[in-house]
């Protein structure tokens, strides 16, 4: 199981959409679903068009997942941020027909060694991803 930040940073992404959110609907960004209900959609929309400016693909890391995949290991990866932003983060990395399963939110981690095992190795750093065999 990896940690989505193993494979890109989505933080700068997350944390510039809640800034032009907050800006361009006036909402506080504390109070999303009941301030702007269909967030999620609108979350998606920016993410997609501005990947490819705050994510870069990085081919070793992709070796790995490849590699990891083949050998028929279930990849599953765990992150904090919203599913939308995960799911294109995801995408435009060239991981997404690769991982198995995806837990998003609070938990995430918790939840998805609940669903691959607790004797999954979970990976952390683009590092431990590389050296992985």
Do not use: K
Request: proline content about 3%; overall charge negative; charged content about 30%.
């Amino acid at each position: 199981m990896v940690d989505l930040a193993a494979l890109g940073d989505t933080g700068p992404l997350w944390r510039d959409w809640l800034a032009d959110a907050g800006r361009r609907f006036r909402v506080d960004v504390a109070a999303l679903d009941e301030q702007l209900p269909n967030w999620r959609q609108l979350l998606e929309r920016f993410a997609e068009e501005r990947a490819p400016v705050y994510l870069r693909r990085d081919a070793a890391a992709t070796e790995a997942l490849r590699r990891l995949h083949a050998a028929g290991v279930r990849i599953g990866v765990f992150t904090d941020m919203p599913e939308e932003l995960a799911r294109v983060a995801l995408s435009h990395l060239g991981a997404d027909g690769r991982v198995t399963v995806v837990e998003t939110g609070d938990d995430a981690r918790a939840r998805l060694l609940e669903h691959l095992g607790a004797d999954a190795t979970v990976v952390r750093t683009r590092a431990e991803l590389l050296s992985l065999r």
